[in-house]
């Protein structure tokens, strides 16, 4: 049961791009907090001036490098019975962004979590990307390194539901040539690069095209969406299933490497996958 004499952590989501887009009660949430912990405490200065806003509250630095240490510090003013507000760079904390230790303490203590919805890169990205939005699913940002990327991709290429990615810019063609080589490179995807800004961009088209758009340099924040697996689901994965559909299709003339990569694309399966099992008979 919650503690009525506790405080409140209220996790308040901020605009993604214009300040204009700011829910009506961020205003009010950050002037009455006894206490807000900010990602960057300058970019709340600018949000506040935006605002129109002064803080009366104590505000305290939270983000990466001092989560793990700041976390009981602030559930220590939670269980004391202050308001604390928590704010990231843009976006709902936790979400890809700092939050979750304070969140996962202050449950764990009974402390009431309520939050303020605010704008969101993920829902904004999906909704324009015109890929399907009944079913999607959310993975955050891909491993820096090449093998753990290419690990999670593969995981994933079977997967139906339209999914999400946020990615740093420089790294942005790496990665849709990643997603071309697991998913196949004429998946339909979209790059959705500083959405709601002055210079919003999206770029639809098949993941190999957009990896060569991406070639002369990404700019900005930069999400991902890609069109889940449209897998055949009459043909079985299994080694010998693959093998006889790479088999007929040469036979009737197809090259093996095209003939891979249809098998791979019927299967919803990365392209490498399919390579090894061929050969592994031959």
């Known amino acids: 049961m919650i503690d009525a004499m506790v405080g409140v952590l209220v996790l308040a989501g901020t605009p993604i791009g214009q ?15 006894d206490v807000v912990a900010a990602e960057d405490t300058r970019r709340l200065k600018r949000l506040c001036a935006d605002l129109g806003i002064t803080l009366s509250g104590r505000v305290v630095s939270y983000f990466e490098g001092n989560e793990h240490a700041r976390t009981p510090v602030l559930l220590e003013a939670l269980l004391a019975g202050e308001r604390v507000v928590l704010v990231t760079d843009a976006g709902m904390p936790s979400v890809s962004d700092p939050g979750y230790r304070l969140v996962a303490a202050a449950v764990e203590h009974d402390v009431r979590v309520t939050a303020v919805p605010g704008p969101s890169a993920v829902l904004t990205a999906l909704a324009v990307s015109g890929l399907p939005v009944d079913r999607f699913c959310f993975e955050g940002f891909l491993p820096r390194k090449a093998g753990e990327r290419a690990r999670r991709l593969a995981s994933l290429a079977a997967e139906p539901r339209t999914m999400v990615f946020f990615e740093a810019p420089h790294r942005t063609q790496a990665a849709l040539q990643a997603m071309g080589e697991a998913f196949g490179d004429d998946r339909p995807a979209a ?5 709601t800004k002055t210079h919003e961009e999206v770029r639809r088209g098949s993941l190999v095209d957009l990896a060569r758009w991406a070639a002369d340099g990404v700019r900005g924040e930069v999400t991902v969406v890609v069109a889940g697996s449209a897998g055949e689901p009459d043909l079985a994965t299994d080694p010998g299933s693959l093998r006889a559909a790479v088999t007929a299709l040469e036979e009737s003339g197809t090259t093996r490497k095209d003939a891979i990569a249809e098998v791979a694309r019927r299967a919803g399966l990365p392209k490498r996958e399919v390579y090894q099992v061929v050969h592994v008979a031959d």
């Not at 300040?19 to 907090?33: I, K, N, Q, V």
Request: proline share 10%; aromatic share 0%; net charge negative.
């Open 19 to 33: 300040a204009g887009d700011a829910p009506p009660r961020l205003a009010a949430e950050l002037s009455g907090a």
């Open 191 to 195: 790059v959705c690069r500083e959405l």
